[in-house]
């Protein structure tokens, strides 16, 4: 779900806008999705001691560094060549 409103975006408006759209709006809307329609998938972190709170939290989280870390590498990679 992410990735598909992700490059809707980046298809109209550029590679900035998909980086900063995968990070936050699409990532929110993909668990407002879950949360909609798949409830009841969440179960594997429950036996573990995790809050959903926690898990999105980290989620979120991961989703944001590995973003930060792919744009980050874009840009390096612009400024050599």
């Known amino acids: 779900m992410n ?3 992700s490059t809707t975006v980046f ?3 550029g590679l900035n806008n998909f980086l900063l759209m995968i990070a936050t709006l699409g990532f929110a809307l993909s668990i407002g999705f879950k949360e ?3 409830q009841n998938e969440y179960l594997f972190y ?3 001691g995790f809050s959903k709170g926690r898990l999105l939290f980290y989620t ?3 989703n944001f560094v590995f973003v930060f ?3 980050t590498v874009l840009i390096i990679i612009q400024k050599a060549f």
């Open 60 to 62: 979120f989280l991961l």
């Open 36 to 38: 909609m329609y798949r």
């Open 46 to 48: 429950m036996n573990n």
């Open 69 to 71: 870390l792919f744009a």
């Open 3 to 5: 990735l598909a409103i």
């Open 11 to 13: 298809l109209f408006s």
